[in-house]
């Protein structure tokens, strides 16, 4: 932490010293506030180092203090007044025509690239410049339909956040109840799965033995956790979420336990969506858990099914789909009956047909590119895991009922077979299921192909 208070001292210093070289006083408000586009071309311009830092920093802070319209603004121009050169990019592909080897090549690759990448690049050199980039995208993200060429433009916060963010840079931190406050406090808004209620509910989460939680933090966000991952540590596979939250449970110690359970997955900055750390962070977790606690045999998630409950209801309005037959319609008509789940007598007669649908939803309902359309199922499988079990009435809260009917189930992380299912799930599409999971299939059974119907990284 001392080094990177340091270096970001030495920015501040530089940029101090800049704003002098370049005309600019700090605090001078509207009276100096100079033209966004203008500063942009000048930070492109490719002057000296403090004139650049202190020009990035001026940006950055005019941007922050324009109004949401006037930001969205700045944001259409970045989309639209600075691409490619398309002179020299023209002049580049005739010369690649040419004479396609050697020097051309290399000129093509750069007069591809859009000024906006650099324009980017020089920004992150402002103190802080890393952090106000990334809510740059996310402002972005949220107003993507509002800026034309933004996905040419989010292409290139994706790409230069790829490698800024990589593995390389990532710090795994162990989150209990001694961590400072304002991280534990960033933990309770993050939490994107399971709600924490207050600080007693995220004590529980991290205060007993058989509790824990990892984060993953960058040196530009040194506060700021990327992603973070709870884990519960069991004598069973849980099946549902209340035996793991539940506040009358009785802990045990690590050392009794056989299973490590990872309950809740968040992203916690919207800015980084689509750059992945979840992989990274669920196997660094498995290894350190691993070292910590010998006896850890299973590693498996409790995870939410997102998208089954809009899946299935779109299954019911089809009549053509050969998706349900009359009798599981007939059956799972009592979802209608918002306590249905509370009833024995109906959730005896759902959940054949719900688990069964369950079973095809995982199995064979697909994205036109093949993949899963549940997203959960994407990462997890994506990652090597093996659809181990699907829990019915596992989450009976308002969302996990308004989501998937409750359903939740567990992905097993066997290290054994681990890189075998991913190649075979990125390869031939092919998804790893317990012969349980395969049991429940009901066949012949032709499944439409779905789009996909939203987006979510991780569990969350």
Not at 17 to 43: T, W, Y
Not at 386 to 411: F, T, W
Request: net charge neutral; charged share 25%.
């Amino acid at each position: 932490m001392m080094d990177t208070t340091f270096f970001g001292d030495l920015l501040q210093t530089i940029a101090d010293r800049g704003r002098a070289l370049v005309g600019l006083s700090r605090g001078d408000g509207g009276a100096r506030r100079l033209d966004l586009a203008m500063l942009c071309d000048a930070l492109l311009s490719g002057r000296g180092e403090a004139s650049g830092v202190a020009l990035a920093r001026e940006i950055l802070a005019q941007y922050q203090a324009l109004p949401p319209e006037e930001r969205l603004g700045f944001l259409r121009m970045l989309a639209i007044g600075y691409g490619p050169d398309r002179e020299r990019l023209d002049a580049a592909i005739k010369a690649y025509q040419a004479k396609p080897e050697g020097r051309s090549v290399i000129e093509l690759h750069m007069a591809a690239e859009p000024r906006r990448q650099e324009l980017i690049r020089r920004l992150n050199l402002a103190p802080g410049g890393t952090a106000s980039l990334v809510r740059m995208r996310e402002e972005a993200l949220r107003n993507a339909k509002s800026i034309p060429g933004f996905e040419a433009m989010d292409a290139d916060f994706t790409h230069l956040f790829s490698s800024w963010f990589n593995r390389g840079f990532l710090v795994l931190r162990r989150i209990d109840w001694s961590t400072p406050a304002n991280i534990l406090q960033k933990i309770i808004q993050y939490e994107a799965v399971h709600a924490i209620r207050d600080w007693d509910d995220l004590r529980r989460r991290l205060e007993p033995p058989d509790r824990r939680c990892f984060a993953f933090f960058h040196p530009q966000l040194t506060d700021d956790p990327l992603i973070f991952v709870e884990v519960a540590l069991t004598a069973d596979m849980a099946s549902s979420i209340a035996e793991v939250l539940t506040e009358e449970r009785k802990p045990i110690t690590a050392d009794q336990a056989t299973s490590a359970v990872f309950y809740s997955i968040s992203n916690c900055q919207e800015g980084l969506r689509g750059i992945s750390f979840g992989n990274f962070l669920i196997k660094q977790v498995v290894e350190e858990l691993s070292r910590e606690i010998p006896t850890l045999r299973t590693f498996v998630t409790l995870s939410p099914v997102p998208g089954f409950a809009a899946w299935l209801a779109e299954a019911r309005r089809d009549a053509a789909t050969e998706t349900l037959s009359a009798e599981d319609r007939r059956a799972l008509s009592l979802l209608a009956d918002p306590r249905w789940h509370a009833d024995p007598a109906k959730t005896e007669q759902v959940m054949p047909a719900l688990l069964a649908a369950a079973s095809q939803y995982f199995l064979k309902a697909k994205q036109p590119n093949g993949k899963p359309v549940d997203p959960v199922a994407r990462f997890h499988l994506g990652n090597g895991a093996r659809l181990e079990r699907i829990n019915p009435l596992a989450d009976l809260s308002p969302k996990g009922l308004k989501q998937s009917h409750g359903l939740m189930v567990n992905y097993l992380y066997d290290l054994k077979h681990i890189e075998r299912n991913h190649e075979a799930f990125v390869g031939e599409g092919r998804i790893a299921a317990s012969s349980a999971v395969r049991k429940l299939l009901k066949e012949p059974t032709r499944i439409q192909t779905r789009p996909r119907a939203g987006s979510a990284i991780g569990d969350s």
